[in-house]
């Protein structure tokens, strides 16, 4: 969160391009009072006059600022800019929010720095690539990406009323920072749609003494959880769906990260997990769905997202996988198998009721496993959903907390 020495506005554009716009908008920032500072991340000449010069940005490359400008190929400049700001942006100590404004480029630059700074601080990214899909530029952060509607090719009546309205968030945000009140610790869950009601109820058993985050598996939420975990931010986590394991393994479109479970290892947090959704693997429509897949067993969860259920072969790669992270953690670890069925729809009459999928499953993670003092896998006669199942998930937490 912004700390009280962090006391201007990073107005941030490439100045060779982007003068006019990049001038203005810090002059509306400043007009409400809050101290700017004009950052230039351009490549060539600027335009205008600014507080930090693209060359100072650039300085901050490992190799110097002459893999930044020694080139006339703009495609790598770019990308050693971006490299650059990163590395200056988490040098600076006096920054209480950084705006910025970019087409393709610019906004490739920006928000590798954005992307750096913590929760809470405020990012507010104007660019002509806000109405598209912004995932590569924001990533798992709280970036505010704003569409500029104009290209950015000089002042006029519309860019004029967004930069406003940008400019005033940004100085609403500043001028009246977050304030935590809570004295709870916090601590990490993963869910999914078919584990929403198991989940749930584990919350229900813990919210009046933990501040409970929930992080829906789609590859983004674990990676964020984790980043948390490793930023110390979360206390503990209750890893009750691991679903992003199948699309990491099997080619879904919500993966995690090769170091799924790796900031919970390094970091020695107490860990409760279990085997939440384990029983699909998750693609767009069906249409996209690759021909490898056709003939398989499959559920449209509606006309975007189409699951596809596991097979026994890939329930053993993907516990082999599982057991094996698990067996790394330097904390406790509690995980916890429900016999009955992994989601809302591994129950008995469920599209992906599949016992002998599961005792797949459950049989490679336990082979993989490597237990110890701390760690353990309990298996329960329960199914992931049952009431039973999430006491038994807050009592383990609360057994190692």
């Known amino acids: 969160m912004p700390e009280d020495n962090l006391d201007r506005v990073y107005v941030v554009g490439t100045a060779d391009t982007k003068g006019s716009e990049l001038a203005h908008l810090a002059r509306l920032i ?20 600014v507080d930090i010069s693209a060359a100072e940005v650039a300085a901050h490359h490992p190799d110097g600022a002459g893999a930044v400008f020694a080139g006339d190929d703009r495609g790598p400049a770019v990308s050693a800019m971006a490299a650059a700001f990163s590395r200056f942006v988490a040098s600076r100590s006096d920054i209480a929010g950084v705006i910025g404004i970019g087409g393709g480029g610019g906004t490739s630059i920006i928000t590798a720095g954005m992307r750096r700074l913590p929760y809470g601080l405020p990012k507010i990214m104007v660019s002509t690539l806000a109405s598209g899909d912004v995932a590569p530029y924001v990533d798992i952060s709280d970036i505010i990406m704003m569409p500029s509607v104009t290209d950015f090719a000089g002042l006029n009546q519309l860019s004029r009323m967004i930069l406003h309205n940008a400019a005033r968030a940004m100085a609403g945000m500043v001028g009246t920072p977050y304030r935590e009140t809570g004295k709870q610790r916090s601590i990490g869950l993963t869910m999914f749609g078919v584990t929403t009601q198991g989940v749930s109820s584990t919350i229900g058993h813990l919210k009046d003494t933990y501040d409970c985050m929930v992080f ?37 479109v919500l993966p995690a990260s090769a170091d799924r479970f790796g900031a919970i290892a390094r970091s020695g947090v107490p860990y409760v997990g279990s085997v939440g959704a384990l029983d699909m693997v998750n693609f767009w429509a069906p249409d996209t769905v690759p021909k490898i897949f056709d003939g398989r067993r ?43 069925g992994v989601s809302a729809l591994d129950i008995k009459g469920g599209a992906f009721f599949d016992p002998e999928a599961d005792e797949a499953l459950f049989r490679a993670i336990e082979s993989a496993f490597v237990p110890s003092a701390g760690r353990r896998i309990e298996r329960l006669p329960l199914h992931i959903n049952d009431a039973g199942f999430a006491k038994a998930a807050a009592d383990a937490f609360l057994s190692i907390i």
Do not use: Q
């Open 30 to 49: 400043g007009d409400t009072g809050a101290p700017v500072c004009r950052v230039d991340v351009g490549t060539r000449a600027p335009e205008i006059e």
């Open 216 to 252: 829906h598996a789609t590859g983004t939420g674990g990676r964020t959880m984790e980043k948390l975990v490793a930023d110390g931010v979360l206390s503990g986590v209750l890893d009750l769906t691991t679903t992003e394991v199948c699309d990491l393994l099997l080619g879904g």
């Open 298 to 340: 499959f559920y449209h969860h509606n006309s975007n997202v189409t699951l596809m259920r596991t097979t026994p072969d890939e329930c053993r790669l993907i516990g082999e996988w599982i057991g094996r992270k698990l067996s790394a953690c330097k904390g406790p670890v509690r995980f916890l198998i429900p016999e009955k």
